[in-house]
């Protein structure tokens, strides 16, 4: 049995899927297995299956990779699964990584790390540092939460019914609010994942990503309402609003850049118009930013960027925090300190070094809330 099943579905195949599979092959804990679910693959798989005797194949109708990363953990045999999309990348020492915290926090289900965002040349368009961790984090940026770095406990992660089936975009957001609200995780902050953006990813097409992920957080504040945990229900609301308002910002920067460009009018209007649909307000913001940048406005009266969520605070380079579910019915997984915080839970709040090293003592187990609303799942119900 295999220490990490790896579980990558492919639909699109091409180079990138290469590359993606050369970045397993040359991790350096070799105690893995690569489980390629083939989504109605548009390639020939062969040849990369029987590149390595660690990779095996599992067939699945096209449902959406989010029900093919349930089919693949449903056959992963390892305890730990970690997941990577068809056009992403690792660093070589991901998985060793992502084991040393798991073999130093037993009790943990799940564990993320940095992630750097790259285009289709693999040059850097955007960085995505991961300091800590927890539901509110999620809710203000929840582009800090990505799949390809993602490691779960097998069995934790069936039970709590895996990605939801439903949704194409946004899954990943989703799963991370449902993990954050009954699990412990651990957050690595050294980046052993990128991202890939490229016209042909999924996450190509903004406005749909941006109504699955009004979608999610519209459900979790359902959730909260009805369990009466109306700090959920807050941050769930704002969590709504930084979307609404970030994609729309993204649709108007789109449809001036695609002015600038000469693109046909149609194309341009229909940016405009799906920033303005999404949240109005935007329009204002994006107006006053571009007016300051061109000096029309004195510095002293630029308007800033509107952000309901509040801002993340950051915690020394040198440290990898790790996340708890609070025992206590608190409403948040907070970062661990040295010193107990008012009304925190009995559980000592410790951060581990960076590269792992012990301090001589062992973290107290935590038992995770008892899953209620957020939680709840049985999309993954017909694979087991």
């Not at 180079?15 to 105690?31: G, N, P, T």
């Not at 959730?223 to 910002?249: C, I, N």
């Not at 229909?270 to 007016?291: D, I, K, Q, Y």
Request: charged share 25%; glycine share 8%; net charge neutral.
């Amino acid at each position: 049995m295999a220490l990490v099943s790896v579980v990558m579905p492919v639909h699109r195949g091409g180079r990138y899927f290469e590359e993606a599979v050369r970045s397993v092959v040359a991790q350096s804990l070799a105690d893995w297995e690569l489980i390629v679910v083939d989504n109605n693959a548009q390639v020939d798989l062969t040849s990369v299956i029987r590149s390595d005797p660690r990779v095996r194949c599992v067939k699945e109708p096209n449902q959406g990779p989010s029900w093919a990363r349930n089919s693949g953990a449903v056959a992963a045999t390892a305890k730990h699964v970690a997941f990577l999309d068809e056009d992403d990348l690792w660093e070589p020492q991901k998985l060793e990584r992502q084991i040393e915290a798991f073999s130093l926090y037993g009790n943990a289900t799940f564990c993320y790390s940095g992630v750097l965002g790259v285009d289709a040349d693999l040059n850097v368009v955007v960085r995505r540092p991961i300091r800590h961790l927890s539901y509110r984090d999620v809710v203000s940026d929840h582009g800090s939460v990505t799949t390809s770095s993602l490691m779960v406990n097998r069995d934790w992660f069936l039970c709590l019914g895996g990605y939801r089936p439903t949704l194409r975009y946004a899954e990943d957001v989703d799963l991370a609010l449902r993990m954050l609200y009954s699990g412990t995780g651990i957050v690595v902050e050294e980046v052993l994942a990128k991202c890939r953006f490229h016209p042909d990813s999924y996450s190509h097409d903004y406005v749909r990503q941006a109504y699955d992920a009004m979608r999610v957080f519209s459900d979790n504040r359902k959730a909260a309402f009805a369990s009466g945990e109306w700090d959920l229900w807050l941050q769930a609301w704002r969590g709504s609003l930084t979307v609404r308002h970030g994609y729309a910002r993204h649709a108007l920067s789109r449809g001036y850049h695609a002015h600038l460009a000469g693109r046909p009018w149609p194309e341009v209007a229909g940016h405009l118009a799906t920033g303005v649909r999404m949240f109005p307000p935007s329009v204002v913001t994006m107006a006053a930013a571009r007016m300051a940048k061109k000096g029309a406005v004195a510095p002293s009266h630029r308007l800033a960027t509107w952000d309901p969520g509040r801002k993340v605070s950051q915690v020394s380079p040198d440290e990898i925090p790790i996340t708890e579910r609070r025992t206590d019915g608190g409403d948040e997984n907070r970062v661990d300190d040295s010193a107990p915080r008012p009304g925190a839970s009995q559980a000592s709040r410790r951060q581990v070094p960076q590269r792992f090293a012990e301090r001589g003592e062992d973290p107290v187990p935590v038992a995770p809330a008892e899953p209620r609303g957020l939680a709840a799942s049985t999309d993954i119900a017909g694979l087991t």
